[in-house]
């Protein structure tokens, strides 16, 4: 198995522009999970998808942000509009138990 | 408020030296796991550790859980340039049957120099 696969690695935007990440969690794994990560806070947990369902989604930030698993193989992050403040590594993670699989995640600048 | 805190931040050694690092809580918690990161990419998980006072080896790390199941230690024996990294400690609460939520410490930065 390829691991957990995230994209885009790098992404530099405009604040006010919509940006989206995506994963696709190990095949087999019912837990998906999104974190962000700064020098500031460490990694925090944004989102919480159980076969599909999102669970937890109390570590959103705010309303720009929002998250899909539309199926088993895909997740999305979204940010609209992002904010310069939302500058972190995102990265995505899966499980089939209590360890976490994470990706390469994605360094997002917002500018 | 940060529950588990790491120490110490940032740690620069020779190769061969040996070192320890911690992870300390005021909270119990059902398990606790040790990740290795490397700039540019995703925590690996190197240990679970679940009962207290457990001691795990890997190679040439050793991780030990407090009696109280509230902190735990990362001890490395002659440090080689390749055990470079990010090292965080993570707990689990087994809350209601669910233990998904996993609290990250904010890390200890190894450097080791060869």
């Known amino acids: 198995d390829a691991g957990v696969i995230q994209s885009p690695r790098h992404e530099v935007t405009e604040m006010g522009q919509e940006v989206t990440l995506r994963c696709k969690p190990i095949?087999?794994?019912?837990?998906l999970f999104w974190y962000r990560q700064t020098m500031m806070r460490g990694l925090e947990l944004l989102i919480y998808?159980?076969?599909?369902?999102?669970?937890?989604d109390s570590g959103m930030p705010e309303d720009r942000f929002s998250a899909k698993m539309p199926n088993a193989s895909f997740s999305t992050l979204k940010i609209q509009p992002s904010e310069p403040r939302d500058s972190a590594v995102y990265f995505c993670?899966?499980?089939?138990?209590?360890?976490?699989?994470f990706g390469s995640g994605t360094q997002l600048s917002v500018l | 408020t940060q529950l588990l805190e790491q120490s110490p931040q940032f740690l620069s050694i020779q190769e061969g030296e040996n070192l320890t690092v911690y992870c300390n809580s005021s909270?119990?918690?059902?398990?606790l796991q040790w990740y290795r990161q490397e700039p540019g990419e995703g925590p690996v998980l190197l240990v679970t550790?679940?009962?207290?006072?457990e001691v795990k080896k890997l190679k040439r790390l050793t991780f030990q859980f407090g009696d109280a199941r509230k902190d735990s230690s990362l001890h490395i024996t002659a440090a080689q340039p390749g055990d470079t990294g990010l090292y965080l400690c993570?707990?689990?609460?087994?809350?209601?049957?669910?233990?998904?939520?996993?609290?990250f410490g904010k890390g200890t930065l190894l450097t080791v120099n060869p």
């Open positions: 095949s087999g794994h019912n837990s």
């Open positions: 998808f159980n076969n599909n369902v999102p669970i937890d």
């Open positions: 993670a899966s499980s089939p138990g209590t360890g976490r699989i």
């Open positions: 909270s119990v918690f059902s398990s």
């Open positions: 993570a707990g689990a609460k087994n809350s209601g049957g669910s233990n998904y939520k996993l609290t």
């Open positions: 550790v679940v009962t207290g006072g």
